[in-house]
Structure formats: structure tokens, C-alpha cells
């Protein structure tokens, strides 16, 4: 049988957990985010790089 005070031990460690996996999403998030910018950036470069060496 679990107590009372197993149970509150289990919850609070749960909700750390949960809050440091949000955490650890939101900041995969940004940086999924920042490497779209970069990969656009890119992208653009190269087509104009690519422009002027056609034109």
C-alpha cells in the first residue's frame, strides 16, 4: 500500500519532470526555429549567387 506521503513524493517528482520536459521542448522548438531562419537565409544566398553567375 502506498502512503499518503509516497504518493505526494510521486506526484512532485512527476510534475519536475514534467516541467523540465516542457522546458527541454520549448527549447528544441526555438532552436528547430533558428535553423529555419538559417536554412532560409541560405537559400536565399544561393539564388542570388546563382543569379548573378547566370546573368
Known sequence: ??????????????ESFRDMFIEEITKLKTEMENIKEMLNDVIKETKV?????IG
Not at 2 to 14: D, M, S, W
Not at 49 to 53: F, G, I, M, T
Open 1 to 14: 500500500m502506498v502512503t499518503k506521503e509516497e504518493f505526494g513524493q510521486f506526484i512532485a517528482e512527476f
Open 49 to 53: 549567387n546563382v543569379s548573378k553567375k
